[in-house]
């Protein structure tokens, strides 16, 4: 699977309305540190010391908001096994520094700084295979403030207040990282089949008009030089002639018409007369199996327009390059690795010289191959010269497939 590969932050500008929308999601949590900041002008500290403190706790609430900020430009571009932008180390760094020394130098209940520690390192830290550096970090940060508080003395119910929030904190923020990338692998899975899915319109109709267009031009081409010929000797035949070319282009145009829109659906009686007109212009002698038309309506509608388009292109390539005189086109019910199969096969007696057999073997059986594996991966065709002259093309499906 292809993944556009996008600079994180080149489409989120700082100042962007998601980035405001980000600002105010991360400081909103930082409510909490509210009640300590109070009792910190209750306590009679001196004012150096409440300066330091609100110096330190500042610089602490720009960190976590920082940190939030860049892992929301982040988020949805980058990969969680990523670490993405290095200058997130740095603020959580920073973040552990003043956690780590707020308490111990000012008072123990600012041990709550490091459940922002936790959270902060859930979001930042790259989540590859587990455990994760990002649940290494969560848990080195809930096993600091754990030590912390019971050296500093924190009772143990307020050590069990502190604990849950700190695990949850981390764990929460890894499985919304989880999230984001689930959708972003699923957006980008969407990108991809749409992608496939306008590719292979496009290879249906590259399909289909060249079998169109290479049948109908070829018997267009016949015909024309056919009512030149007559025209100064025959006039009434030249006129029967163009009067055929005339409606062998309405049927083209109609056909090309049907294929762009992709309605259009090939069947076996409609083929194989369309194959008598061509090989009866080209002056080949068509020998057609009246079972063409018999079966036709009978058949799956996926394998049946995949054997018409067989005949289509393998009366087609008769036609350009045989240079026979008869062509035989027959319907054979037989068995192929003991499964029962329907064979349509198309045989000429032309002189087939190597270069035929290259010009044969291009796009065209290809694209017959293509049809005829889309409708079951049991269906075969073979096309090759046979002995003493000419070409076989033969085009097999299983029989539970024509019923």
Request: aromatic residues 4%.
């Amino acid at each position: 699977m292809t993944q556009q590969h996008t600079k994180v932050g080149d489409d989120l500008p700082f100042g962007s309305d998601r980035s405001r929308a980000g600002w105010l999601f991360a400081a909103i949590w930082l409510i909490y540190l509210a009640d300590p900041l109070a009792r910190l002008f209750d306590r009679g500290y001196s004012a150096a010391a409440i300066g330091v403190t609100l110096t330190a706790v500042a610089v602490f609430c720009a960190a976590y908001v920082g940190v939030n900020l860049i892992v929301r430009r982040e988020a949805g571009v980058l990969s969680p096994d990523r670490l993405g932008d290095p200058r997130k180390l740095v603020l959580l760094g920073v973040l552990a520094l003043i956690a780590a020394v707020l308490p111990a130098t000012v008072d123990a209940e600012w041990v709550v700084l490091w459940i922002y520690v936790a959270s902060a390192a859930g979001a930042t830290l790259p989540m590859n295979a587990p455990p994760s550096w990002a649940m290494r970090g969560g848990l080195a940060a809930t096993v600091a403030m754990s030590l912390e508080s019971l050296a500093l003395g924190v009772d143990l119910g307020s050590w069990l207040v502190l604990l849950l929030p700190c695990v949850f904190s981390f764990l929460g923020v890894m499985a919304v990282r989880g999230m984001r990338d689930l959708i972003r692998q699923l957006q980008h899975a969407r990108a991809e089949v749409a992608r496939l899915a306008a590719s292979e319109e496009r290879l249906r109709m590259a399909r289909d008009l060249h079998d169109l267009a290479g049948h109908s031009l070829a018997t267009i081409t016949l015909k024309a030089e056919l009512a030149r010929k007559l025209l100064r000797v025959d006039p009434d035949r030249s006129e029967q002639q163009i009067l055929d070319l005339e409606h062998v282009s309405r049927e083209a145009l109609a056909d090309i018409r049907k294929a762009v829109s992709g309605y259009r659906r090939a069947t076996l009686a409609v083929e194989a007369a369309s194959a008598r007109t061509a090989l009866e212009a080209a002056g080949i002698a068509p020998d057609l199996d009246r079972s063409l038309a018999a079966r036709s309506g009978t058949l799956n509608p996926e394998a049946e327009s995949a054997l018409a388009w067989c005949l289509r292109e393998a009366v087609t390539n008769v036609v350009r390059h045989s240079g026979a005189r008869h062509c035989r086109v027959r319907l054979i019910e037989a068995r192929v690795d003991g499964e029962p199969s329907l064979t349509l096969e198309v045989l000429d007696d032309g002189p087939v010289e190597p270069g035929d057999c290259a010009a044969v073997a291009g796009n065209g059986l290809s694209g017959l191959r293509e049809r005829l594996l889309a409708v079951s991966a049991e269906a075969a065709l073979t096309a090759g010269p046979v002995q003493p002259c000419g070409f076989r093309l033969a085009a097999t499906v299983p029989a539970r497939l024509t019923a």
